[in-house]
Nanobody, 122 residues
Framework: QVELVESGGGSVQAGGSLRLSCAASGYTYCMSWFRQAPGKERGAVAAIYTVSSRTSYGDSVKGRFTISQDNAKNTLYLQMNSLKPEDTAMYYC??????????????????WGQGTQVTVSS
């Protein structure tokens, strides 16, 4: 069992930046960020494979968001720059083992954090 605890959400004006953190209680193979706005499906933001450090991003955040990890601290980060009002959502950290499919599918993840709210005003 792996526990995930997010932090770092908040309110910011458009064009601003925020950094989210996710502390994991144990080893995971792939860690990702998802987000969900009211009335919308949970969508993939970014993922990192913890051994290779290979990353993947959703099209809407490429060039603006950066996912990274600190293996010594078992902590995942999401640096969000040039934020837009459409980035407003609850952001969730997720993790899974090696036997999974597409990184962008929420159904592939076994462990989830409680979420942290990001609000971007225009």
């Amino acid at each position: 069992q792996v526990e995930l605890v997010e932090s770092g959400g908040g309110s910011v004006q458009a064009g601003g930046s925020l950094r989210l953190s996710c502390a994991a209680s144990g080893y995971t193979y792939c860690m990702s960020w998802f987000r969900q706005a009211p009335g919308k499906e949970r969508g993939a933001v970014a993922a990192i494979y913890t051994v290779s450090s290979r990353t993947s991003y959703g099209d809407s955040v490429k060039g603006r968001f950066t996912i990274s990890q600190d293996n010594a601290k078992n902590t995942l980060y999401l640096q969000m720059n040039s934020l837009k009002p459409e980035d407003t959502a609850m952001y969730y950290c997720a993790a899974r083992g090696p036997n999974g499919g597409r990184w962008s599918s929420p159904n592939e993840y076994k462990y989830w954090g409680q979420g942290t709210q990001v609000t971007v005003s225009s």
